[in-house]
């Protein structure tokens, strides 16, 4: 069996999804679903590794009953879940989905307040449990009381123990981690605009916006694009993975879908050009099977429906110090 792959979530949350058909704002709704799952850009990508039968451990912080609950939901699945329990509650985020209208509305709450001897805590288990892992990944946004470049101090633990890390954030913590060297960042479109101070309106920029986010410091960018797929940029090249065309639903956690493939990639030794395809049909499938069982396509067949398309470059654009990982 593989070494583990390490996911952390810094602040998790009860996702409670209601599905109402013509939502109408300020009026009395009716839902025709609700349903929870535990949540947390972290944990979704521990849920898609466990799919994809890869080991995985799930940690990072988590408080109160809706804490409870999502350990439970994990540990029922069979994913280890190895938190640090903190004071407070555990958030729920609230997504209203119109099947009608084809809408999605989030309402996201705060979340709990972490305290410096609860980020302690997590550094002593990341230590406890990197030296039996090999990759970690860093995914979410940041709960109050931790500091914008706690993810650049978790990238340089990681890197102590020679592990390749992944960083999937945004704002302040993206720009911290991204000075720490991750061996690969995903940023979607609005994630690496935000960066950048810049709009992307085609493939073309996006590998432009990567180029500038690897010289930033991580060694590979994979900027995702919606119904555009996704773009890749490492040392040697820069590629377009353009999606079929399939009936989607929600798009919650297709980014998480896709870190989790390109961690299973990482780990298994996979180049960037063969992983890119498979991250993007996992995104894909993920939508396209909320549409309905019909829908849901193997991986492989999905991936190998993906328009992979080089995308040229002056050479020395994309020449940036690589980040040496060993393992």
Sequence with gaps: MPAPIITVTLNPALDKTVVVENFEPGKTNRARIVCYEPGGKGINVAKYLHELNYP??????????NGILIKEALQERGILADFIEVEGET???????????????????NGFIVRKEDLTALEQKLDALLSRCRLLVLSGSLPGGVPGDFYATLIRQGQKYGIAVILDAEGEALEYGLAARPLLVKPNKYEAETLLDE??????????????????????????????????VDGHQALWAQPPR????????????????????????????EALPLAVAAGTRLAARRT????????????????????????????????????
Excluded: C, Y
């Design 56 to 65: 995985v451990i799930a940690t990072g912080f988590l408080a109160g009953h």
């Design 199 to 232: 709009q992307i309106s085609t493939p073309e920029d996006a590998v432009r916006a990567g180029i500038k986010i690897r010289q930033a410091g991580a060694a590979m960018v994979v900027i995702s694009l919606g119904a555009l797929g996704a773009v890749a």
């Design 292 to 327: 309905g069982p019909q829908n849901s396509i193997g991986l492989e067949t999905l991936a190998r429906q993906v328009q992979i398309m080089p995308i040229k470059t002056r050479p020395a654009s994309l020449a940036a110090p690589e980040m040496r990982v060993s393992g």
């Design 91 to 109: 958030r729920i985020n609230l997504k209203v989905i119109d099947p009608v209208k084809n809408t999605e509305t989030e309402i996201n709450e």
């Design 246 to 273: 399939l009936a989607v639903g929600s798009t919650v956690g297709a980014g998480d879908a896709m870190v989790a493939v390109l961690a299973r990639a990482i780990s298994e030794g996979t180049g960037l050009a």
